[in-house]
């Protein structure tokens, strides 16, 4: 933004030396009155990408109270990233008393202003039920807005919709599409969704060893439900030996990772994990 500004700047001190003084004054002068709208308005994006950069850097630092100030100013300057980081610091309980419906808030402020992430989010916590009543569909929207728009995470959010038919018309096909994209893009989850569907033979035929590659792809990178995945073939034996105490060990593993369990997966680890789990 600031090399915009010297340009503007340099094109009016050539049309000076060009035209000669008495008029090249008259026509820097209109063009001054012309371009100065949207030089403050370049003055006004420049000073609050700075104020994000400072929030951010002090959201890093756990400095909660000056990232809010510093987002907050960035936010009234119309830089959507600030809002963003309000409605991070509030989703987490950050520096304020956490609140979903704060948080909904400025990721709707963020939205507005185009940011993808914060569509993402809105997303998630109308999947999650987060401050607002569960709604797939709603979720798929912003899903789909998101992943229109190139957002990796929101495909593979997007095709887990598809695969299991939630607020959209269940589509292997779309799914699998939509997985294969975000993977292309480095989502990580997407190794996780496809282990699934070749777990389970969603839109393909089933291979285990498949499987368990994409899962283990998916595990190493950190993600819950590719360690949880690994746990299902150790349990079943379908990739992996069949291995009760491993299964529970992966199980345990995405557990602490913070994998949510799907009602169809509450018999198996009531099954390995017994008490253990039913206390959590």
């Known amino acids: 933004?600031?090399?915009?500004?010297?340009?503007?700047?340099?094109?009016?001190?050539?049309?000076?030396?060009?035209?000669?003084?008495?008029?090249a004054e008259t026509a820097t002068t209109e063009a001054s009155a012309a371009e100065a709208p949207a030089i403050e308005v370049l003055k006004a994006e420049v000073i609050a990408e700075e104020l994000f950069k400072a929030g951010e850097d002090a959201y890093n630092a756990e400095d909660y109270g000056k990232a809010m100030e510093c987002f907050s100013l960035a936010g009234d300057l119309g830089n959507d990233w600030g809002w963003k980081g309000i409605g991070n610091l509030y989703y987490f309980g950050f520096g304020v008393e956490q609140s979903y419906d704060k948080a909904m808030e400025y990721f709707q402020r963020a939205a507005d202003l185009g940011n993808i992430d914060a569509v993402f989010n809105l997303g998630v916590m109308y999947y999650f039920s987060e401050g607002v009543e569960k709604d797939d569909g709603k979720a798929a929207e912003y899903f789909r807005q998101a992943a229109d728009l190139g957002h990796a995470p929101a495909m593979s959010n997007l095709g887990y919709l598809y695969e299991h038919g939630e607020g959209v018309k269940q589509d292997f096909d779309q799914a699998l599409k939509l997985y294969r994209q975000a993977l292309d893009l480095g989502a990580a989850y997407a190794y996780a969704n496809l282990g699934n569907c070749y777990l389970k033979g969603h839109g393909v035929e089933p291979d285990y060893a498949i499987a368990v590659e994409y899962f283990t792809l998916a595990a190493e990178q950190g993600v819950p439900d590719g360690m949880f995945g690994l746990g299902e073939c150790c349990y079943e034996g379908k990739g992996l030996e069949k291995d009760s105490a491993k299964a529970a060990e992966w199980y345990r593993k995405a557990l602490e990772a913070g994998y949510v369990p799907r009602e169809e997966d509450q018999a198996h680890l009531k099954d390995v994990l017994g008490d253990e789990y039913t206390q959590k």
């Not at 933004?1 to 008029?23: P, Q, T």
């Open 1 to 23: 933004m600031k090399k915009i500004i010297v340009f503007v700047l340099v094109l009016c001190l050539c049309f000076a030396v060009f035209s000669g003084s008495a008029f």
